[in-house]
């Protein structure tokens, strides 16, 4: 009797869990998904609400305590008084970004295809000088820029200072801030570049090369285009964070390079003014995502995932 | 902290506890005869926030800091992290703000800022304890009572110092005047100013011919204008905080504004620095030490106490430069060194105070200034 019943209810069971399974098969990426998803609405959505809700607050100058007024004016505020910063920050952050793909697109491509058995070193030695922290490399070009360095003297002696220098000096221009930028956010550039060309087969340049393409042609139809998706993340990579950098401004540059960078870190550091300083991040970040949308739409989305 | 009470310990608190009760008179002679207690004070680490350039070096050591780690068996961890008064100030205030601790005992801020008085206000800051800082009766008549803190109770000063022009005499020739800093052609680009809204402002309004001590509308724009000129020009490469020191001593700056000990400090790196009072007249401040919220006390009064025997006091303020707010300390740096007793900037001569302007306090609590101000300094 017992047994009958086990072994009626037995298979019946394993249906059951069968059907569980089956019955939420389609859950399962989204279960796999939650840790990220949980992460990301913890440590993002929640902070970025707090900023938006804190860019809407008016601020007591005394005890520092910020009230919820709706000031939207806090935004108006902004960008009529930092406009000048803002265009800036994306003028620097795309000249460096350009220059950063000029010089890491040939140093990917060499190490890539020439490299051999030397290519992580290489790669090391494209990452070497960031196992020093940011701030210090930056320092370390202010004494090389320095207005009695080695670099000024020699620009100096070939009469080219004030070509790419302002005043006699490199230091303190806007040359000095946007190299600082190129820079410290070449690596961005360079490593998914690597990653895009290594990934190319080789037969395939070998098969243009065949059909009579010239090594130009080759370049243009083929590498190029199998390299976009490194294109794209390096420059993403790139031109985000510089866009918000303030350090190579402030360590480099004057007041008349400051970018809207500097300006959040001062509103947010030295002046506690949160409410202006949350109301410049969200239109900092609104812009990018504007530009960022844009570009990756003219370069194709696809281009992204390779 | 690891330290745990002995029985003896707490039968002799007891026996002077009950001495105490017993004869309420015999509290303060007791403490004042005893010192500080070493059961308080043993196996603490005391953290000092400060600026640079601002304490005696020898031998990359601290000599000053080195002789109260001894004498009352403490770690010094002194930290040189004070660049200017409102972007430490910034760094500070938020957990201030929450009640929780900065991992400071001592910091040292500006009369010259809002800040001092905004600590006291908001009572971010512990009260001194008077029991062991009998050296307290040091400090010199004209500071013990400032309008923020009018008793002295929340604040000791630390040192005081002139705003001026220093200039590099071997890249340049004297610059005397703040009209010359600013429109020098030699001088263009080679110039920073003060982002501390008091220090510039008090000499370029000297230089306007307008009272910084009395502000009013039309004498702060007028300098704010004359900065804004000298910046549009490129005569005025950056403001800065003490970081000047470095482009100075690098020789990228040949003039700036900056505070009196300093270029004194950095003739070890560079010794064509000279500092000068403007023509029209030069800043004076003081910096105040303090105790932050959750700091020890204590352990903090100990060491004001320490640096106010006149015979520290004179060895940390020969070496910085600037002026000692110590009774006393004269007379002993007239035996151990003679040329700093002598020296105007850490003793002022009567006819060099005469030159020398406070700023005005209530105009450092405009926040249309303040506006008007962030706004020239680029953020």
Known sequence: ?306 | MTDSLTRSDLLRRAAVGGAALAFPGTLAALARAAGPDPNKLRGKTFVFSNWPLYIDVKAHRHPSLDQFSKKYGVKVRYIEDINDNDSFFGKIQAQLRRGQSIGRDLIVMTDNSPYPALLVKNKWVEKLDKSVLPNSKNLVPGLRHPAWDPNRDYSLPWVSGLDGIGYNAKLTKPVTTVDQLFTDKRLKGKVTLLNEMADTMTLVMLSNGDDPAKVDDASFDRALKKIQKAVKSGQVRQFTGNDYSGLMAKGDVWAAFVWSGDMVQLHADNKYLRFVIPKSGGGIWTDNMMIPKHGDAYLASVYMNFVYDPKIAAEIDGYVNYICDVQGAAKVLQKTDPAAAKNPLIFPTPAMLKQLHQFDPVALFNPDYKQKWQKLLGA
Do not use: C
Request: hydrophobic share 55%.
């Open chain 1, 1 to 306: 009797m017992a047994e009958a019943a086990g072994g009626l209810t037995a298979p019946a069971g394993r249906a059951h869990a069968g059907g569980l399974i089956h019955r939420h098969r389609s859950l399962t990426p989204y279960l796999l998904l939650a840790p990220g998803l949980a992460f990301l609405a913890l440590f993002f959505l929640v902070p970025l609400g707090f900023l938006a809700h804190q860019s809407l607050e008016t601020q007591n100058p005394i005890d520092f305590t910020n009230s919820f007024t709706w000031a939207w004016h806090n935004y108006s505020d902004a960008l009529s008084t930092y406009d000048a910063q803002l265009i800036r920050s994306f003028e620097y952050a795309a000249i460096a970004t350009a220059i950063a793909l000029l010089l890491s697109y040939p140093l990917a491509y060499w190490i890539a295809f020439r490299g051999g058995r030397w290519k992580n070193l290489f790669l090391l030695m494209i990452i070497a000088p960031f196992f020093v922290t940011y701030l210090i490399r930056t320092l370390a070009w202010e004494t090389i820029l320095s207005d009695q360095g080695p670099v000024v003297h020699f620009l100096r002696y070939v009469h080219l200072i004030n070509v790419i220098g302002d005043n006699d000096r490199l230091l303190a221009t806007p040359t000095a801030v946007v190299a600082g930028i190129t820079y410290n956010f070449l690596p961005f550039m360079a490593l998914p570049l690597y990653v895009a060309l290594e990934q190319i087969d080789p037969r395939l340049i070998e098969a243009g090369q065949d059909l009579y393409a010239s090594k130009v042609r080759t370049f243009l139809h083929v590498t190029l285009p199998l390299s976009m998706p490194g294109v794209l993340a390096g420059t993403l990579l790139t031109f985000i964070p510089a866009a918000g950098d303030f350090i190579n401004a402030q360590l480099l540059g004057t007041p008349k390079q400051y970018m809207i960078g500097n300006v959040i870190q001062s509103k947010f550091l030295a002046l506690t003014d949160y409410p202006s300083a949350a109301a410049l991040s969200l239109i900092l970040m609104a812009v990018i995502l504007v530009m960022v949308a844009v570009y990756v739409r003219v370069l194709g989305t696809e281009k992204l995932t390779g």
